[in-house]
């Protein structure tokens, strides 16, 4: 019986004595977070939501700070801004209306080509914009 007691003693303490389980990895890439269920994702494939730096084809810099709430700022190279609602109606299909009267939605075309370029372009003028995620 003394041997049976030992026995599941040492049973019992081999069972205890496992080691834990390591913890897995943390991810470091410096990657977006991949996009909600129905977050809407830009052309780059990550959230539409954030600020991009735009420089038109003339060379003029401007900021877009495109929120969560619909809205979008832009701040041109002078200073002034433009407030207005976005809508991404597909990666590739970029929306604004401006806040003012009469304003009409307007769809930007957008892509990033084989060498990682994100571009938009202007329905009305055609001009081609670079577009840099900040």
């Not at 954030?50 to 041109?76: E, S």
Request: aromatic share 6%; hydrophobic share 30%; with cysteine.
């Amino acid at each position: 019986m003394k041997r049976f007691v030992f026995i599941a003693l040492m049973a019992s303490v081999a069972a205890c004595s496992q080691p834990a389980p390591a913890p897995e990895a943390e991810a470091t890439t410096a990657e977006a977070p991949p996009a909600a269920a129905g977050e809407s994702l830009a052309a780059d494939g990550k959230p539409t939501v954030g600020k991009y730096q735009i420089t038109r084809a003339d060379g003029t810099v401007m900021t877009d700070d495109v929120r969560a709430d619909g809205t979008y700022v832009t701040t041109m190279a002078d200073g002034t801004t433009e407030t207005g609602k976005w809508e991404q109606k597909g990666p590739n299909l970029y929306c604004g209306t401006e806040d003012k009267e009469g304003a009409k939605q307007k769809c930007y075309e957008e892509k990033v080509d084989e060498k990682g370029v994100y571009t938009s372009k202007d329905p009305e003028t055609g001009e081609v914009s670079t577009v840099v995620r900040l």
